[in-house]
């Protein structure tokens, strides 16, 4: 059993990056040197320790936000010792920071080994070089190969971050996105679909027609693919689509693009109809009456948005009652009973099946 994350944000909004990612919208406020006040961030690490209920939870401090390792070293010193004192007593368990791929050296990285760091994550975006400079990124796919191989070298665990449908991208640039970071080994990835956010050259772009976003279909699309295969590699997705706060959300700072609150389970779901569609194509004689026995957190992506799943199955296949049974099984099968048969469905041969139809794996 997965044992949960809490996780105690630490915001360190934009110092640390001199750069103007075309969909960022906080250079204005940039600065080199942190503005620390270790007051407030000890409070909200207490405030937030206090209402936590004490389970078997795994507890971490994250700072997010900025550049981490951009910022001066005496500054990252004071926030990792405020972060390494609260390790050290044993009231949290990891530290987490998010960084650039040209942001990572020995220095810096010996800084993070010394006060315990646990996770860097890095914002890679693409691997494509066009796509990066068509991003103002500012930095190399060589970077972002170097900087993974320092990480791991040095015992940290790794975080990659990707974005699909930046400007002068595509289908087969993200594909190879995700291969290339596959092969850097990852232990987790995060896969942020492009939005224009208010304030950033992107929406200037867009507004003169020079950008246009991908609909939430097509980002919904090349996003299973990319799950899946991550899912494959056995390389865990933390998440996809930006977490919905007060200002991401459409009519405030979302000017155009494919968000959707629930992004993830619209992948998911979309994921079980293909699942679905494969038992049909083994399976031709089915009743108008189906059993799934399925764990059930996964029951929500086996019904779909809105129970497409169970309009599809209705529609397309005449199955118009499914009995669904959650329960406390793994989530690498589930079973469809059909005339008194068992059909075990192996998710790890389905999406095989799946990546091998699409061309994306060579069966072996
Ligand atoms: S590196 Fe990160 S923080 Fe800096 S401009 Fe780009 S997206 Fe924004």
Known sequence: MSIKHHIIPIFVPHIGCPHDCIF??????AQSKANIDDESIRNTIDSYLSTIPITNEKLEIAFFGGSFTGIDLDSQRKLLEIAYHYKKI?????????TRPDYIDNIRLDLLKKYDVDIIELGVQSMCSDVLQNSYRGHTDIDVINASKLIKEYGFTLGLQMMVGLPGS???KEIFTAKQLINLKPSIVRIYPTLV???????K????????P???????????DLLMLFNYNNINVIRIGLQPTDNIAENKDIVAGPFHPAFRQLVEGQIYREYLKMFFESNQKIGNTIQISINQKEISNLVGQSSSNLKYLKEKHGVDRVK?????????????VNNEINIEMKIKELIKRYLTKK???TMD
């Open 205 to 212: 772009k867009y507004s003169i027609g020079d950008y246009v």
């Open 170 to 172: 595509n289908y087969e």
């Open 359 to 361: 061309g994306l794996v």
């Open 90 to 98: 044993g009231l949290i368990d990891r530290i987490r920071l998010s």
């Open 197 to 203: 956010i208010k304030e950033t050259y992107l929406e």
């Open 24 to 29: 960022c919208n906080q250079r204005k406020i």
């Open 324 to 336: 669904i049974d959650g329960k406390d099984i793994s989530k690498k099968s589930f079973f469809i």
């Open 214 to 224: 991908l609909t939430l279909d097509e980002s919904v699309d090349i996003c299973i």
